[in-house]
């Protein structure tokens, strides 16, 4: 496993605009023989193990039972970021493959796999960023230190887009039902960051799914899209 990240302009008094314009790569390698993880690919999570959803998430693709990884995988990415006081811009370029089996095929066959994200986020209330990390507002609702000025806290305008792909071979080669799913996802996310404090994180977010094909979201029902209206809490500590 290994992660690179730079931030070539951070000392430059020329490019000052692009001191946090971060690139940077990473990869994994390793050898497989066990069960599938994931055992089910979906879009929202929201489940503490990923081979268990929550209700409100919806798969796209689930393994038929007695599939197993076996061999090897790679898993791999080219990641930008840029931070330019109250806005970041975060994107992920992701690819590799994995090898997997069933009783009646034992010998793995390579399956590939891709997608990409971009993100966007752009602070309401001014405060600046220069990376990802725990956010401290300018006036907290919930004031931590004695000399905080008390106000409604920072709000996070934020966007993604997403996609994954998943090569053929998971259905040519009987690892899952094509019938009943796709191995293609996007997904689009538009929503509201609040930060009462720099401990509290509230997150409120419309996401829509469309389906490379229509996939079974009930017994009998096919769908090609869905879409989901998110909150979420997360504390600090």
């Given at each position: 496993?290994?992660y690179v990240?730079?931030?070539?302009?951070?000392?430059?008094?020329?490019?000052?605009?692009?001191?946090?314009?971060?690139?940077?790569?990473?990869?994994?390698?390793?050898?497989?023989?066990?069960?599938?993880?994931?055992?089910?690919?979906?879009?929202?999570?929201?489940?503490?193990?990923?081979?268990?959803?929550?209700?409100?998430?919806?798969?796209?693709?689930?393994?038929?039972?007695?599939?197993?990884?076996?061999?090897?995988?790679?898993?791999?990415?080219?990641?930008?970021?840029?931070?330019?006081?109250?806005?970041?811009?975060?994107?992920?370029?992701?690819?590799?493959?994995?090898?997997?089996?069933?009783?009646?095929?034992?010998?793995?066959?390579?399956?590939?796999?891709?997608?990409?994200?971009?993100?966007?986020?752009?602070?309401?209330?001014?405060?600046?960023?220069?990376?990802?990390?725990?956010?401290?507002?300018?006036?907290?609702?919930?004031?931590?230190?004695?000399?905080?000025?008390?106000?409604?806290?920072?709000?996070?305008?934020?966007?993604?887009?997403?996609?994954?792909?998943?090569g053929n071979?998971?259905?040519?080669?009987?690892?899952?039902?094509?019938?009943?799913?796709?191995?293609?996802?996007?997904?689009?996310?538009?929503?509201?960051?609040?930060?009462?404090?720099?401990?509290?994180?509230?997150?409120?977010?419309?996401?829509?799914?469309?389906?490379?094909?229509?996939?079974?979201?009930?017994?009998?029902q096919l769908?090609?899209?869905?879409?989901?209206?998110?909150?979420?809490?997360?504390?600090?500590?």
């Amino acid at each position: 496993m290994g992660y690179v990240n730079a931030r070539p302009f951070q000392e430059s008094g020329v490019w000052r605009f692009a001191r946090f314009l971060n690139i940077g790569s990473s990869v994994a390698y390793g050898r497989q023989d066990q069960n599938p993880v994931p055992a089910t690919f979906r879009i929202g999570a929201g489940s503490p193990d990923a081979n268990i959803p929550s209700i409100a998430t919806v798969p796209f693709l689930i393994f038929n039972p007695g599939v197993v990884e076996r061999g090897d995988r790679v898993i791999g990415s080219v990641h930008s970021a840029y931070f330019l006081n109250s806005l970041s811009v975060i994107g992920e370029w992701q690819y590799g493959y994995g090898g997997y089996a069933t009783s009646q095929q034992p010998d793995a066959i390579r399956v590939p796999f891709g997608g990409y994200y971009l993100a966007v986020g752009y602070f309401l209330t001014g405060e600046h960023v220069e990376r990802r990390t725990r956010i401290k507002p300018l006036r907290p609702l919930i004031p931590v230190d004695k000399e905080d000025v008390r106000g409604f806290g920072a709000w996070e305008l934020a966007g993604r887009v997403s996609e994954m792909t998943i090569g053929n071979s998971v259905f040519t080669g009987g690892f899952a039902d094509p019938q009943l799913w796709t191995n293609r996802a996007t997904t689009t996310e538009l929503g509201l960051n609040w930060y009462p404090n720099e401990y509290l994180k509230v997150s409120t977010f419309w996401l829509h799914g469309e389906f490379g094909s229509p996939v079974q979201y009930r017994p009998g029902q096919l769908r090609n899209n869905t879409d989901m209206f998110w909150m979420r809490c997360q504390l600090y500590f």
